[in-house]
């Protein structure tokens, strides 16, 4: 009886952790988009501030890829997926999208890409679906006209929202291509090596795209404008790469571990509420209160799609998945 009150210990003790870790990394993740906001508006291409902070993640996070150089052989199509979809693709259109609409509606947006993978198994890979998975479809289109205000002729910049639902789109792409490994299961490969190299191959595409060399440097060297207050570039830069990337995604992989990937589903919606009130309070970003119910169903709708176990017919996961699959649901969002 001792020893199983111990080991029942140990599994609360851990899955507390778990839970800590889980929402930590959702603040460090909700607060990528208000400090890279200033930085934009100070001067700073979106795609400079992405390559920023892909390049400097990239480099912190290179003993790891080092580390897990196998994958490079083992699984370059998962590698390259990641890196042109889940890193370079998806922070792109967040943040050209935020540059354009509010940081909170941008990553509302983003949200309905577990509604959109569902689209995609039943329309293209033609599997069934849960009635649950399909209610929080459902739910998360509902929200999301609410958020933009459909009944007001969209309320937000038109090639703002298309950008935040490119963004959803990459993740889509990532979530299906990383469905190859679900059923690895011990032969799956390391999360932190994925990022690792995730993080490289996304700063060599963005290094392509965005041109740093035509970056304005010196506006680092300045303050940057966070609602009146002053604050200095490289502040707001060394949140983003340290904080909002690096400490982020380490924290989630571990924590995915610790928790069952529903558990871990519910935690990552806190990201978009944390980048809600933060942009409200740091940036002055104020939603209405149609647009705040509107949040919350679609973060519901989100985690009913994402969570909603499989159709007995199907034999594959259809909206939940393990680590990397759940990793890429919150990280590359923000």
């Known amino acids: 009886m001792a020893v199983h009150t111990s080991v029942s210990s140990q599994g609360n003790r851990g899955k507390g952790i778990g839970l800590g870790l889980a929402v930590g990394s959702a603040i460090a993740f909700g607060g990528s988009g208000v400090a890279a906001k200033p930085l934009i508006e100070a001067g700073l291409d979106p795609l400079h501030v992405v390559w920023l902070r ?9 003993p790891l890829a080092v580390r897990h150089r196998a994958l490079l052989r083992t699984r370059p199509a998962l590698l390259a997926g990641f890196g042109l979809l889940g890193v370079a693709g998806v922070q792109a259109f967040y943040f050209a ?4 609409i509010p940081v909170g ?5 983003e949200y309905l890409a577990p509604a959109l993978v569902l689209g995609w198994v ?11 998975a399909a209610l929080g479809v459902v739910l998360a289109v509902g929200g999301l006209a609410c958020v933009v205000e459909v009944w007001s002729g969209l309320s937000f910049d038109a090639v703002g929202l298309l950008l935040a639902l490119a963004a959803a789109c990459c993740q ?6 990383s469905d190859q490994g679900s059923a690895l299961g ?8 994925v990022i690792a190299y995730g993080l490289l191959v996304g700063a060599v595409v963005l290094t392509v795209v965005a041109r740093p060399w035509g970056m304005d440097w010196a506006v680092l060297a300045h303050t940057a404008a966070m609602n009146g207050a002053d604050v200095p570039a490289w502040l707001l830069l060394a949140w983003i790469v340290l904080i909002a990337t690096v400490v982020a995604y380490v924290t989630g992989v571990v924590s995915v571990r610790r928790l069952s990937p529903q558990v871990a589903g519910v935690v990552a919606c ?4 944390i980048a809600t009130v933060l942009a409200w309070v740091l940036l002055g970003e104020h939603l209405s209160a149609p647009q705040i119910v509107g949040g919350a169903v679609v973060l519901l709708g989100a985690f009913i799609a994402q ?3 499989p159709a007995k017919s199907s034999p594959e996961p259809v909206a939940a998945g393990g680590p990397e699959r759940e990793l890429s649901a919150r990280g590359t969002a923000a």
Do not use: N
């Not at 999208?97 to 354009?100: L, P, T």
């Open 97 to 100: 999208s935020i540059s354009r």
């Open 172 to 177: 889509v792409g990532y979530f299906v291509l």
């Open 54 to 62: 892909v390049t400097g993640a990239a480099l912190v996070m290179l």
């Open 270 to 273: 806190l990201e978009a509420v």
């Open 186 to 193: 011990d032969d799956a490969p390391d999360p932190l090596g």
């Open 105 to 109: 509606v941008a990553l509302l947006v």
């Open 122 to 132: 039943r329309f293209v890979q033609r599997r069934p679906v849960t009635r649950a």
């Open 307 to 309: 969570s909603s176990a």
